[in-house]
T-cell receptor, first 112, second 113 residues
Framework: AQSVTQLDSQVPVFEEAPVELRCNYS??????LFWYVQYPNQGLQLLLK??????LVKGINGFEAEFNKSQTSFHLRKPSVHISDTAEYFC??????????FGQGTRLTINP | DTAVSQTPKYLVTQMGNDKSIKCEQN?????MYWYKQDSKKFLKIMFS???????INETVPNRFSPKSPDKAHLNLHINSLELGDSAVYFC????????????FGPGTRLTVT
C-alpha cells in the first residue's frame, strides 16, 4: 500500500525567508504526486502536481517542488514566504483505484 | 461560481441522531469523493463514485451511506451519530477515473454532542 510521510508537523519561519516542506512516499510503481494547501477554515486547494516529465514542478503562489525518484521525495519549496502563506500543507500521492493518499500535513507558520 | 459546494457548513447534533450532508459540483466532473478530516487534520478517503457508481468504500461503518442521484451530486447520510463522528467532512471531485487531480469543497464541520 502507498504511504506518504511529511517529516515535519510544524515549520515556523520568518517572513521573506525561504522554506522547504518535506515529503517522502513509498511506492514501487509510477506515482502521481500533489501538494495541497488548506488555509484556516477552508477546503484544500491544489498548489501543484507532478504527473510526468520535468522533475521540477512550478505551482501557484510562487511554490515549486522537485520529484526525486531515487530518494522517493517530493519536497515543496518557496524562496521567500509571506504572512499569507500561513496554512496547513498536504502532500498526496495518487495510487491504485483512483485514490489520493495524504500525508499528515505540515503547519507552516510565518512570523513577522 | 462555487465549483464544489457543500451544505451545511456547520452541523451540531446529538448522539443517536441521523443527519445528511449534501455536495454538488458544477465542473462537469465524473468522479466525486467524501473525505473525513479528524481533529489532527489527518485526511482519509471514505467513498468515491464515478458516474453514480460506487468505486471506493474504505471500510467505513455502514452507518454512513453515500447516495449519488446524478454525477453532479454526492450526498452523505449518517445514521445513529456517535461522538467519534465529529470531524470535518470534505467533498471533492475530479474529471474522471485515471485523473487524480481533485477539487475540494469548503467542508462541513460536524459536531456530535
Amino acid at each position: 500500500a502507498q504511504s506518504v510521510t511529511q517529516l515535519d508537523s510544524q515549520v515556523p519561519v520568518f517572513e521573506e525567508a525561504p522554506v522547504e516542506l518535506r515529503c517522502n512516499y513509498s511506492s514501487s510503481v509510477s506515482v502521481y504526486l500533489f501538494w495541497y494547501v488548506q488555509y484556516p477554515n477552508q477546503g484544500l486547494q491544489l498548489l501543484l502536481k507532478y504527473l510526468s516529465g520535468s522533475t521540477l514542478v512550478k505551482g501557484i503562489n510562487g511554490f515549486e517542488a522537485e520529484f526525486n525518484k531515487s530518494q522517493t521525495s517530493f519536497h515543496l519549496r518557496k524562496p521567500s514566504v509571506h504572512i499569507s502563506d500561513t496554512a496547513e500543507y498536504f502532500c498526496a500521492v495518487g495510487w491504485g483505484a483512483q485514490k489520493l493518499v495524504f500525508g499528515q500535513g505540515t503547519r507552516l507558520t510565518i512570523n513577522p | 461560481d462555487t465549483a464544489v459546494s457543500q451544505t451545511p457548513k456547520y452541523l451540531v447534533t446529538q448522539m443517536g441522531n441521523d443527519k445528511s450532508i449534501k455536495c454538488e459540483q458544477n465542473l462537469g466532473h465524473d468522479t466525486m469523493y467524501w473525505y473525513k478530516q479528524d481533529s489532527k487534520k489527518f485526511l482519509k478517503i471514505m467513498f468515491s463514485y464515478n458516474n453514480k457508481e460506487l468505486i471506493i468504500n474504505e471500510t467505513v461503518p455502514n452507518r454512513f451511506s453515500p447516495k449519488s442521484p446524478d454525477k453532479a451530486h454526492l450526498n452523505l447520510h449518517i445514521n445513529s451519530l456517535e461522538l467519534g463522528d465529529s470531524a470535518v467532512y470534505f467533498c471533492a471531485s475530479s474529471p474522471g477515473l485515471g485523473n487524480y487531480e481533485q477539487y475540494f469543497g469548503p467542508g462541513t464541520r460536524l459536531t456530535v454532542t
